[in-house]
Nanobody, 124 residues
Framework: QAQLVESGGGLVQAGGSLRLSCAASGLTFSNYAWGWFRQPPGKDREFVASLSWTSGSTDYTDSVKGRFTISANNAKTTVYLQMNSLQPEDTALYYC?????????????????WGQGTQVTVSL
């Protein structure tokens, strides 16, 4: 049974940092491209960052570039999102997702597995 479990969210003041983790099980980790998406209150889910094993590349939406870093540990089958210089606009429910043999594209529909989400709230 494939499962993704996010953790590491919480309440942080503006300018602070958090590291999100996504633990994957029940699948072959290196067969997937991995992405982070977020859903702010009242808005649609949006792309944040992705990592592709095939290309060895990462991708970031412009609003987080330079502040967030996606990484993965194959031995631990875990994906991470390091978030620095957090702002209230980053407040959202954050999801990790796996795209089987994917290339880390930005559309949600290409990802076949999703975690339950972890809440990130950034206060002033």
């Amino acid at each position: 049974q494939a499962q993704l479990v996010e953790s590491g969210g919480g309440l942080v003041q503006a300018g602070g940092s958090l590291r999100l983790s996504c633990a994957a099980s029940g699948l072959t980790f290196s067969n997937y491209a991995w992405g982070w998406f977020r859903q702010p209150p009242g808005k649609d889910r949006e792309f944040v960052a992705s990592l592709s094993w095939t290309s060895g590349s990462t991708d970031y939406t412009d609003s987080v570039k330079g502040r967030f870093t996606i990484s993965a540990n194959n031995a631990k089958t875990t994906v991470y999102l390091q978030m620095n210089s957090l702002q209230p606009e980053d407040t959202a429910l954050y999801y990790c997702a796996g795209d089987y043999k994917g290339r880390g594209v930005r559309t949600t529909r290409t990802y076949s597995y999703w975690g339950q989400g972890t809440q990130v709230t950034v206060s002033l």
